[in-house]
Nanobody, 128 residues
Framework: QVQLVESGGGLVQAGGSLRLSCAAS????????MGWFRQAPGKEREFVAA????????YYSDSVKGRFTISRDNAKNSVYLQMNALKPEDTAVYYC?????????????????????WGQGTQVTVSS
């Protein structure tokens, strides 16, 4: 079992930055693919970014590519999402997720159903 706890959310003005953190505890997560998803009110949960076990491979949704950066520190059992140039449409609850299969197929990284463990979410609000 893996427990995931997100932090770092908050209120920021458009154009600003935030850094989300996700701390994992329980089983080692070093072999897991880690992902970030978000869900805005009235909308479905959507893929944001994912990273493979070593950090060498990443994948982003088109809506955040070039603005967000995902990274991980396996020594600290943590994964991060640096969010720059934030827009009001980035407002959502952001969730960290872990896929224990650790597949190299990046297309599957966008599937919420692929992930086995989820955090409770952290709210990000971007004001215009």
């Amino acid at each position: 079992q893996v427990q995931l706890v997100e932090s770092g959310g908050g209120l920021v003005q458009a154009g600003g930055s935030l850094r989300l953190s996700c701390a994992a505890s329980g089983r080692t997560f070093t072999s897991y693919v880690m992902g970030w998803f978000r869900q805005a009110p009235g909308k479905e949960r959507e893929f944001v970014a994912a990273i493979n076990w070593s950090g060498a491979n990443t994948y982003y949704s088109d809506s955040v590519k070039g603005r967000f950066t995902i990274s991980r520190d396996n020594a600290k059992n943590s994964v991060y999402l640096q969010m720059n140039a934030l827009k009001p449409e980035d407002t959502a609850v952001y969730y960290c997720a872990a896929d224990r299969d650790g597949t190299a197929n990046r297309i599957t990284w966008t599937w919420a159903t692929k992930y086995d463990y989820w955090g409770q979410g952290t709210q990000v609000t971007v004001s215009s």
